[in-house]
């Protein structure tokens, strides 16, 4: 997947067909962290009566990975990665109703193989 303001490369696995790492740059990590919302506490609670997906979570999940992800990648960037491999996601309990989300992997240099 390529982010596309700064064209970095992201992989959940240790390398890209066609390309050698050239430098390994190290660790980098984006984070998150959210609340949940009352309403959507409210309609949780009826979906748990009837069944069917909590499609507020889903959301507030889906956008917290995202900025997780644009953060790691801005960090990556920073550190002159041209990409990033072995993307993992980790989520912990902050407080009582708040979650972080982390995106973290290998921000690394790619070379296209001739």
Do not use: W
């Not at 919302?37 to 979570?57: F, Q, T």
């Not at 990648?73 to 979650?99: E, K, L, Y």
């Amino acid at each position: 997947m390529a982010n596309s303001a700064s064209r970095l490369m992201l992989s959940n696995i240790e390398y890209f067909p066609g390309y050698t790492v050239s430098k390994h740059l190290g660790l980098v990590q984006g984070s998150t962290v959210r609340a949940k919302h009352v309403g959507r506490d409210i309609m949780a609670g009826l979906k748990n009566i009837v069944g069917g997906e909590l499609k507020g979570y889903t959301e507030l999940l889906n956008d917290s990975r995202q900025e997780a992800i644009e953060r790691m990648s801005a960090q990556a960037h920073a550190v002159g990665a041209n990409a990033v491999i072995n993307v993992r996601f980790s989520t912990a309990n902050i407080a009582a109703g708040a979650a972080e989300i982390l995106a973290y992997g290998t921000a690394v240099v790619l070379e296209r193989r001739e």
